[in-house]
């Protein structure tokens, strides 16, 4: 059956992607405004810290289920919903006017978030093909990559625009009026999906869903506590993750076995070519990528005394290159392949660890100007990991799975975020800690970024050289084919 484009569907996309980067945004925007909150609401330091690390734990917690929900009932009807959910409950955050009713409103967010993120990749499956996929995913990409990069810069703004007192308020306010416009013109603008009965008994892996939250929350809950000794009291809940991931795996293929619809179907890694290669890069990348941020934060603003809006825009360079590498790389994808995300993690790389040795050589009150051009570098490499992977590890994906998948690969980034961010702040602040200075810490910080990203490098060259084997494989059986043919013929 061929496939009859939506003529909106670049109109449906730009919809998507704004929802989707405001769910991506709050994940680090807000970092920059919790001085104002713990002033403002006279909030413990454990109640302002659940602020960031509980919205990132609800929103890991549930992509997998929000993309499950979405195969199974509609994109459109989990769009709509989700953002309706999101725009409620920033409204509730930025008015809160406790501890307490900011870290509920902020869970909420996050679940109602990670239930949006994963029908982004989603309607981009259903909605385009060929090449126009590749370029779908590269604004796809560049998304994710500049909703990481300028959370920091947006919540300075914010913070200086409004006043430091209440300013924290309008770092969730100004979600309303984008989320009410996008659901104005998504109602509008996304295909209706088919109309499906709602047997979610038969549709919905409940054993999966609690098996799977309990696996992704004994990873996530001591990481994003790392700050408070949480690897140290929580530690246990690690073998705990490994004995429920392991069950969760064994009771999918059960369910696959059986003919019912799984949570998350086993084939995607065993079966889908590239896919868990693909997972493993992107997951992997984000440990070094995300966790640069916050040392970055920490560095400039307590290492050099710079305000939230300055330290922003000190790494703005990266944020800029990211962008537009990622809208031209997701264009060449169809010509380059795996080699784009290649060189992209060779580049970042390297960019990191120029700058990691210009904070030796370079004076402190210099080193904003100074690593100005080698995180543009850096941020044009990073522009060419994140969408170019994204389409090259959903491609052989069925439509049908488009939302699981997509979960499922946001859920890794966001393990490795969480992972990276606690082991790159925790090598900053041993090495303060230890009475070095801070350009010493930012070095160090800044070479295990490196050295995690080498290791997505290591992963990506091993699954070119396996996407090749499996195109000379391909070949060589077409000939084979059409030489059988031929024989036929003349036979």
């Not at 350009?439 to 800044?446: E, F, H, I, M, Q």
């Amino acid at each position: 059956m061929t496939h009859e484009p939506d003529p909106r569907r670049w109109k449906a996309l730009a919809v998507s992607l704004t929802a989707g980067f405001m769910g991506l945004l709050d994940v680090s925007i807000v970092n920059v405004a919790l001085p104002s909150m713990q002033a403002g609401l006279h909030a413990s330091s454990g109640g302002i810290r659940w602020v960031v690390s509980g919205y990132a734990l609800a929103f890991g917690l549930v992509l997998v289920t929000g993309g499950r929900l979405g195969d199974a009932f509609g994109r459109r009807n989990m769009f709509l919903g989700a953002l309706a959910a999101f725009v409620v409950t920033s409204a509730l955050a930025g008015a809160a006017p406790n501890e307490t009713t900011l870290v509920i409103a902020r869970l909420a967010q996050g679940v109602a978030a990670g239930m949006l993120t994963p029908q982004n990749t989603g309607l981009i499956q259903d909605l385009f093909r060929g090449a126009e996929r590749g370029r779908a995913f590269g604004m796809f990409g560049a998304v994710v990559g500049i909703s990481t990069a300028v959370g920091p810069i947006l919540g300075g703004a914010i913070i200086a625009a409004f006043g430091a007192q209440d300013g924290w308020r309008w770092v969730f306010y100004v979600n309303v009026p984008i989320g009410v416009l996008a659901f104005a013109l998504a109602l509008r603008l996304l295909p209706r999906s088919e109309k499906k009965r709602l047997r979610l008994r038969s549709e919905i892996d409940f054993a999966g869903i609690v098996l799977l939250a309990i696996a992704v929350l004994g990873v996530l809950l001591p990481v994003v506590e790392s700050d408070n000794h949480g690897l140290a009291r929580l530690w246990w809940l690690f073998p705990v993750a490994l004995v429920f991931g392991a069950a969760f795996a064994r009771w999918e293929h059960r369910v696959s076995r059986r003919g019912r619809t799984p949570l998350l179907d086993t084939r995607l890694f065993t079966g889908t070519p590239g896919y868990a290669a693909g997972a493993a890069v992107g997951a992997l990348y984000f440990c070094g990528f995300a966790g640069i941020w916050l040392v970055f934060a920490m560095y400039f603003q307590q290492g050099l005394g710079y305000s939230p809006l300055q330290s922003g825009l000190s790494v703005t360079p990266f944020a800029l290159g990211s962008a537009v590498s990622a809208a031209v790389a997701g264009r060449l994808v169809p010509r380059f392949g795996r080699l784009l995300t290649v060189t992209g993690l060779a580049v970042v790389a390297l960019g990191l660890l120029v700058v990691a040795l210009l904070a030796e050589l370079v004076p402190p009150a210099a080193s904003g100007w100074a690593f100005a051009l080698p995180l543009l570098f850096a941020g044009v490499g990073g522009g060419m990991v994140i969408s170019p992977n994204t389409t090259l590890t959903l491609e052989c994906v069925p439509v049908r799975m488009a939302g699981v998948a997509g979960g499922a690969l946001q859920t890794g980034q966001r393990i490795g975020t969480a992972i990276g961010t606690a082991v790159l702040a925790s090598v900053f602040g041993a090495v303060v800690g230890a009475g070095l200075a801070y350009p010493v810490a930012l070095t160090v910080a800044l070479c295990c970024a490196a050295a995690m990203t080498c290791g997505a490098l290591a992963l990506a060259i091993a699954e070119l050289r396996a996407r090749r084997q499996r195109a000379s494989v391909e070949e060589r059986e077409k000939r084979e084919a059409e030489a059988s043919a031929a024989d036929v013929q003349r036979g």
